[in-house]
């Protein structure tokens, strides 16, 4: 029975999952431990360097108890007995595989600093998405072992998803671990398995081995994406045929077969895995000699390109061909609702791309300013940033909604008009608000894969 876990990694995925278990495992010693000391810092004083829902009370309720933040990974190794890698795995920027593998560097330096501090057997779990055969690589790393040490490899990728962390770890749709089919792989599995099933129920835990388990998050990730640039390619048809995405969504998601989830039209997926990973199976497709199957998922990060490229030139379409000098409320930079993160946001390239055609841009975002303020730094004069999303309208030529916070559909929109330079532009990117209601109020309204609503 595992009594000390260690995750190297407190992120996004390392925090909420360590904090998951140290709840349902009161008798395991959980440490997160990370590099970053800040963000070590925030974790250990209960007040989480991230914003999720009902992550801070999962948090405080372990804190003192059974979960500590570290920034003493090595010294931690030595005490551990299943060790978790939750680090970073961008995609690469220089050299062989430059935008498109996995930027193993993060994963390779843990792997070595395990090799080298642990003093007992040790499980060690792929929590990061990681390219096929990783854990193979892994396991190559380790047999430069010292006489005495043993290791074991799982891979146990994490399908939560940022605004819904805490609910989707404490009630998965499946735990997926992967082993190797020997007798040491599979009791390592049971350890494993052991600890999820304090509160998942087994049936829910899929066992499977290593390669079949990595490849298992590549391509769940590869599909939801696939289905987002569906029906994103779908919004493009309706914009040029009058036809209404909406209820297209509506009549193919009410098919069983094909599910109501993940058809909604935007502005183009975000967040910083679905492209990293889409890419990941790429080139792993070209270096297995399938250039035809590289091509396909290729293609579903090209779409969520054109999608938000489509958005901009619209805008400028509508606007009278011009977008020099005017004023333009973006009401949202995060990549989706619930959450501050900025990563791959869809806002990050429409505002590039706003102000290459020299627009003034008024950014509003409830939990993302900081990461806009951030990226933006103070690089250009002509972006502002705004809590209060009346004051990021006022004077503007045009609202464009780029992040599905519900807040944005209880504003007050006759005052945001009020406020408004003549004619008023309003672009639902989200599919978020009443266009008929708007309409009514005076607005010209244009929302994704959507009859226009215009008196111009
Ligand atoms: P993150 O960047 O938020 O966190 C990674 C952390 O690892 C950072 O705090 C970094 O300082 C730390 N780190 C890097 N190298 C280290 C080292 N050598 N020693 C100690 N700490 C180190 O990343 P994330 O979003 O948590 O993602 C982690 C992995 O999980 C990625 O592979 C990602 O693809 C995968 N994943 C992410 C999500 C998500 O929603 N963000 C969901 C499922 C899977
Ligand atoms: C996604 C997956 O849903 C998780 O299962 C996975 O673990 C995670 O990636 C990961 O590997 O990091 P996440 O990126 O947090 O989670 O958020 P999603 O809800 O999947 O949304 C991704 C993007 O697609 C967002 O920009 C969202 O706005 C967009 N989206 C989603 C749409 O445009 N339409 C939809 O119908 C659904």
Redesign the pocket.
């Known amino acids: 029975m595992i009594s000390r876990i260690l995750c190297i990694g407190a992120g ?2 390392g925090g909420p999952t360590m904090a998951v278990i140290a709840k349902h495992c009161p008798n395991v010693q959980v440490v997160v431990a990370d590099i970053n000391k800040e963000r070590v810092a925030a974790w250990q004083s209960g007040h989480p360097p991230i914003f999720e829902s009902g992550l801070q009370e999962v948090v405080r309720a372990s804190l003192g108890r059974n979960l500590r933040f570290t920034g003493d990974v090595e010294h931690e190794i030595g005490e551990a007995e299943m060790i978790f890698v939750s680090v970073n795995t961008p995609t690469k920027t220089f050299g062989q595989g430059a935008g498109r593998a996995a930027d193993l560097q993060y994963w390779e330096k843990t792997a070595r600093s395990i090799l080298h501090h642990a003093k007992r057997p040790v499980i060690v779990v792929e929590k990061s ?1 990681l390219p096929v055969r990783t854990a193979e690589a892994m396991e190559r790393i380790f047999k430069n072992r010292r006489h005495g040490q043993r290791f074991e490899v799982l891979s146990n ?9 805490i609910t ?1 770890l404490e009630a998965p749709d499946r735990v997926l671990i992967g082993g190797a089919e020997t007798p040491e792989g599979q009791a390592a599995i049971g350890e494993l398995v052991d600890i999820y099933a304090r509160w998942v129920p087994r049936e829910r835990i899929i066992t499977a081995n290593v390669w079949s388990a990595e490849l298992s ?1 590549l391509a ?2 590869a599909f ?2 696939q ?2 640039s569906s ?2 390619a779908i919004s493009a048809i309706c914009e040029q045929t009058g036809a209404d995405i909406l209820s297209v969504a509506r009549a193919i998601g009410s098919d069983r077969r094909i599910g109501a ?14 492209q990293k ?1 889409i890419l990941n199976l790429v080139y792993l497709c070209e270096h297995n000699g399938l250039p035809e199957v590289a091509r396909y998922w290729e293609a579903v990060v090209n779409l969520n390109q054109y999608q938000k490229e489509r958005f901009v030139r619209r805008m400028i379409r509508v606007m009278f061909n011009t977008l020099a000098g005017k004023r333009i409320a973006l009401f949202g930079f995060a ?3 619930n ?1 501050g ?1 900025t990563r ?3 806002a990050i390239q429409i505002c590039q791309e706003l102000l290459a055609e020299q627009a003034q841009l008024s950014i509003t975002d409830p939990e993302a300013l900081e990461g806009a303020r951030h990226f933006f730094g103070t690089s250009s004069e002509r972006v502002t940033f705004e809590p209060d999303p009346y004051k990021a309208a006022e004077g503007a030529h045009a609202v464009a909604l780029l ?2 916070w519900a807040e944005y559909r209880t504003l007050d929109y006759r005052r945001i008009y009020d406020a408004m330079e003549r004619p008023a532009f309003l672009f639902d990117g ?1 599919n978020l608000l009443d266009c008929e209601e708007l309409h009514a109020i005076g607005f010209n309204v244009y929302a994704i894969g959507r009859p226009d609503r215009t008196d111009l």
């Open positions: 996004y995925v998405t990728p994490e399908f939560l998803a940022e605004g819904t962390a989707d998050k769940a990730n939801l994406a289905r987002v029906i994103n989830q993940f058809l909604k039209a935007g502005v183009g997926f975000g967040g910083s895995c679905f990973d990549f989706k609702a959450t993160d791959e946001s869809p992040t599905d989200r």
